[in-house]
């Protein structure tokens, strides 16, 4: 398995948004052993900082950019200038996202936007800015970060789950337009982050480093679709599966006894 990983990932060119804290920051950890050239985005400009900091004696190479992802011009100079100082790109990781609640007895325009803007169109514009670059190479990797909130339209989060399948089927369109590009879609389940501090009731939980890894190992077998752990790959193909008939009736019965407990759950990743 490490020569696998080290003969995929060593000498790579890899972006990574949302990489000053929780899954980004696990993924920079996790790759910077590979003598990667990390470039790494975010709003937050003194944690990128200080992760490059943490990792100057594993042999990669640092590029940092404070840059919100929601901005599309700021994106594309980004993408385009890390490419340029890298001398092109190998692999791009659409990693940032925000969560919130988005019931009808809590709806917030503003948090509703953030998520369509930071998720989904973020998302957008961080993939086309480096299929600009990856096309005419005719190579090269993009990852999206979904989530297994995406199995289904779920009730307190359906905005969250809509940003996400939406970013799904957006990976499984490129890929079947672009064959020379591997596209590889993950679907984490819950792994103990910022995004889901609120959550009391995270099940099966990883912490980031395990979950990096299990990332890292994924695209380095060229998975089209990875969800993890295991447990929560089978619920979502289970979940997948069931007819509306029964899924509706279930789902509004859990809804309003998570309305009934659940205060305000703000995610921020």
């Known amino acids: 398995m490490e020569n696998m990983l080290r003969k995929y990932w060593q000498g790579k060119r890899i972006l990574i948004t949302g990489a000053s804290s929780g899954l980004g920051w696990a993924l920079a950890e996790a790759l910077a052993p590979f003598g990667v050239h990390l470039g790494l985005m975010s709003r937050r400009e003194q ?3 200080e992760l490059a900091e943490t990792l100057r004696d594993t042999g990669s190479r640092f590029w940092i950019r404070a840059c919100d992802v929601r901005q599309r ?31 009808m007895r809590h709806w917030e325009w503003d948090e509703i936007e953030a998520m369509l803007d930071t998720n989904l169109k973020g998302a957008i514009y961080t993939i086309k800015a480096a299929l600009d670059v990856m096309v005419p190479q005719r190579s090269g990797t993009v990852v999206g970060i979904c989530s297994a909130a995406s199995m289904r339209g779920l009730p307190l989060h359906g905005i969250y789950s ?19 590009i591997q596209f590889t879609t993950i679907h984490p389940g819950y792994v103990d982050t910022p995004i889901n501090a609120g ?30 752990p295991w447990q929560m790959m089978l619920l979502y193909r289970l979940v997948h599966a069931v007819p509306a008939w029964i899924y509706v009736p279930v789902m509004r019965k859990m809804g309003r006894l998570a309305l009934r407990g ?4 703000k995610k921020d990743q």
């Open 47 to 49: 944690k990128l900082q």
């Open 73 to 103: 011009e700021a994106v594309i100079r980004a993408v385009q200038d890390f490419a340029a100082e890298a001398s092109g790109l190998d692999v791009v990781w659409a990693n940032s996202g925000v969560g919130y609640e988005s019931s």
């Open 262 to 265: 659940a205060g305000k759950k």
């Open 199 to 228: 959550n009391p009731n995270r099940f099966w939980l990883l912490q980031p480093p395990e979950a990096a890894q299990k990332m890292i190992r994924a695209v380095a077998k060229k998975k089209h679709v990875y969800t993890y």
């Open 162 to 180: 809509v940003t996400k399948i939406g970013l799904a089927y957006f990976m499984e369109s490129m890929a079947v337009e672009l064959p020379s």
